[in-house]
């Protein structure tokens, strides 16, 4: 019985797995991180550009 459980690789299997899943779960959090700061950066700049412009349609 001992033989048989120091032979089963059905455990290491799932540990394999989950740190596979933990590596993809981390590089996507990167991910949308980046391009959530990225897209706010944007934001900001078109916000700046849209305080700084001249009101449409008024009186000279």
Same mark, same amino acid.
């Given at each position: ?9 059905? &455990?290491? @299997? #799932? ?5 596979? $899943?933990?590596?993809?779960? =981390? *590089?996507?959090?990167? &991910?949308? @991180? #980046? ?5 706010? $950066?944007?934001?900001?700049? =078109? *916000?700046?550009?849209? &305080? ?9």
């Amino acid at each position: 019985m001992f033989t048989r459980f120091l032979k089963d690789e059905s &455990g290491a @299997t #799932a540990i394999e797995y989950g740190l596979i $899943a933990a590596l993809i779960a =981390v *590089a996507i959090i990167g &991910g949308v @991180t #980046a391009l959530g700061n990225s897209a706010n $950066a944007t934001f900001n700049t =078109v *916000a700046g550009e849209m &305080g700084s412009a001249p009101a449409a349609g008024g009186s000279d």
